[in-house]
């Protein structure tokens, strides 16, 4: 039997670089986007031992819950329009917003906690790098009093999908 080959992240520099290279490619035209309303369209454009890519599309409103990537690291860089992206910061124990316009590229590591939504009128487009591929995706809320807070873990699902809906309840933020 073929021993499994040991699951390594390559480099956040050569992550972004690969979520710019691609992103260059759709803006070339090389890849079709679409945009759906009912559910946010994405797809995979490479995978291989080291490396997953993915193009995502976010219509207005659309995004995601908090979530981290399983142990992956990762980047992912805007091809079009503006996102909001919350992270969470373990230090100051608190979510921060933070604006990703056209261009912009964020990397990660492992223990990496955000939440990415389209706020703005127009469609965004985003390319996302995940290394090693993504196996698990893992869900968080933020509870406790205000300096105090903490990340509950609710759910995490194995899964090669990063889009993955959360498969509970989301608690009421009121
Ligand atoms: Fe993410």
Known sequence: ?????????????????????????????????????????????????????????????????????????GAFTVVAGELAEAVWDPVARELGEQERRTGDAVAFGPGYVHDVRNVRAGTAVSVHVYSPPLERMDFFDVDGPRGEEHLVRLAHVWTDDPEIAYPGELRDAS
Do not use: F, N, Y
Not at 5 to 14: D, S
């Open 1 to 73: 039997m073929k021993p499994r080959r040991r699951r390594r992240a390559l480099p956040l520099a050569t992550l972004v670089e690969r979520a710019q290279c691609v992103a260059d490619e759709v803006r070339a035209e090389l890849h079709s986007v679409h945009a759906d309303v009912h559910e946010r369209w994405h797809t995979r454009l490479h995978h291989d031992d080291d490396v997953d890519v993915w193009l995502i599309s976010w219509t207005t409103e659309q995004g995601t819950q908090l979530h981290g990537h399983g142990g992956s690291s």
